[in-house]
């Protein structure tokens, strides 16, 4: 038998916002692609060899042939791709074909879902799965199959990432590795309570570190938000973890917002582990939305943390998301204030969307404030309800504000240096977007010669930069932050 595992298209943040600089967005996205998240490769871990398995990738551009010869097509869906998922599964059914969807969308949407698919996965897969394929060969699959958030990740098996691994046309040469599941916070914007449970699980350790050691890619994505949280056992786990780490030669991309964990010695941790991007969500913890409205002692929280980042060579990649109930018209400028005081200089902005399953969509939904169900707009990049304190043109208005006026900000900036750090081959490179525009990465002084029997100490070469005795006129800049070595 044969499964055809889908991830569906979905709408490329700021693909479809005129307003916006093509260059921008040239540089920012330009035909970007990664592979799918971790659901689908899972799924194949736990699929048995007697069945055939192959991924179709459509968000990468893999063509659908419907009349294919397949068992059963399963589709894992977020938000932003539920319309297309819903023309995919439309379009096997038409030609006989059973299908299941699971995913984020699916669990919180499941009767909207049933319109489109024969069965509804909730919840997590790994419980459900093995009985799904059952029931696939018995001929009798349910409508609705029940996954709930309490699956014990000791079981998790490593995913299958072979399956992506051989395709040659994805752009995020970086893994993504799952540590936890569950979060015990309540954010408004986030629908992985309602999705995996309030209750943190921890992977073994051992587990991840025999994950890492497989993978591909030198740059690792630590898929959780949870990591930097101050809770006692978080920070035991973390600390745990991050001491494995060290000489395993990767570089992590890590999340968090601005309630974490900020000990120096922690600190000095990530950084010996390797953590070399520091993902940071603003304006969705009591800090940030304090530091955003113009508060001394948060503001300085901010720049006090995105120093102490930059210092040991770990990149501050603000993300704020606009709309909130509070945000009133101007709050661009005031996040550009904040951004232009704590220095930061590689950001992304989002529109805060509701998405389904979280405390947001349930409250603006009790409010009538959900003004559109196109799925496809569900990206961060467009107004789909009713802001309280702003008409929608206002806030869409003030998102396009914020990111033509933050790139203004860093015109005397390389681009190589607005964007994540990238590692290749244990040095600093840059990402494919700016490699197709032809850099090569970024040249701050190419060379300095020093020419004297007994040599010159790194001070004299400074004072004589700043004085201009090298013979050709005085250093207006000199900044050494970005040299890849000492």
């Given amino acids: 038998m044969k499964i055809t595992f889908v991830y569906p298209k979905f709408e490329k943040f700021l693909s479809n916002n005129p307003e916006l600089d093509d260059g921008l967005i040239d540089y920012f996205l330009g035909d970007f692609t990664t592979p799918p998240s971790l659901g689908i490769p899972i799924l194949a871990s736990l699929t048995p060899k007697e069945f055939d398995v192959e991924l179709i990738d459509d968000n990468a551009g893999d063509k659908i042939d419907f009349a294919a010869d397949t068992d059963l097509v399963a589709i894992n869906c977020f938000t932003p791709q539920a319309s297309r998922a819903f023309e995919i599964a439309d379009g096997y059914r038409a030609h006989g074909k059973k299908v299941i969807i699971g995913g984020f969308f699916p669990s919180f949407m499941a009767d909207e879902c049933l319109k489109h698919v024969d069965s509804v996965n909730i919840g997590e897969g790994e419980p459900t799965w093995p009985v799904i394929l059952q029931d696939l060969k018995n001929g009798n699959l349910k409508k609705i199959y029940k996954g709930g958030c309490s699956f014990n990740l000791a079981e998790m098996k490593i995913p299958r990432r072979d399956l992506f691994y051989q395709k040659d046309y994805y752009d995020w040469d970086e893994d993504l590795v799952q540590l936890t599941r569950g979060c015990s916070y309540s954010c408004a914007m986030c629908a992985i309570p309602a999705h995996m449970g309030t209750k943190i699980r921890y992977r073994p350790i051992e587990k991840v570190v025999e994950e890492i050691k497989q993978l591909k890619y030198e740059n690792v994505y630590l898929a959780d938000d949870t990591l930097f949280f101050t809770q006692s056992k978080m920070v035991e786990y973390s600390t745990k973890l991050l001491n494995s780490l060290i000489g395993l030669n990767k570089k992590y991309f890590v999340s968090s917002t601005m309630a974490l964990n900020t000990n120096k010695d922690f600190l000095d941790l990530i950084a010996k582990a390797g953590v070399k991007n520091f993902y940071c969500t603003l304006n969705v913890d009591p800090i940030s939305i304090k530091a955003i409205s113009g508060s001394k002692k948060e503001t300085q929280m901010l720049i006090d943390l995105v120093k102490a980042l930059e210092d040991r060579d770990i990149r501050f990649f603000g993300s704020c998301a606009i709309g909130r109930d509070w945000d009133q018209k101007g709050i661009s400028d005031k996040v550009l204030e904040l951004f232009v005081k704590a220095n930061i200089h590689t950001s992304e902005f989002f529109i805060f969307t509701p998405y389904p399953g979280s405390v947001h969509w349930e409250r603006l939904l009790s409010q009538n404030r959900i003004i559109s169900k196109n799925w ?41 240096s607005l964007e994540p750090a990238t590692w290749k081959n244990g040095n600093k490179s840059i990402g494919k977007p700016l490699e197709r525009l032809g850099a090569k990465g970024q040249a701050v002084i190419t060379g300095i010669g020093a020419l004297s029997p007994i040599g010159n100490s790194i001070g004299e070469i400074e004072k004589s930069l700043w004085e201009g005795k090298h013979g050709i006129a005085k250093a207006t800049r000199f900044d050494a932050s970005f040299f890849r070595t000492d």
């Fill in 376 to 416: 496809t707009h569900y990206n961060g990049a467009h107004v789909v309800f009713k802001p309280l304190n702003m008409t929608e043109d206002e806030l869409y208005n003030e998102f396009i504000n914020l990111w033509k006026n933050f790139f203004k900000l860093q015109k005397d900036t390389h681009a190589a």
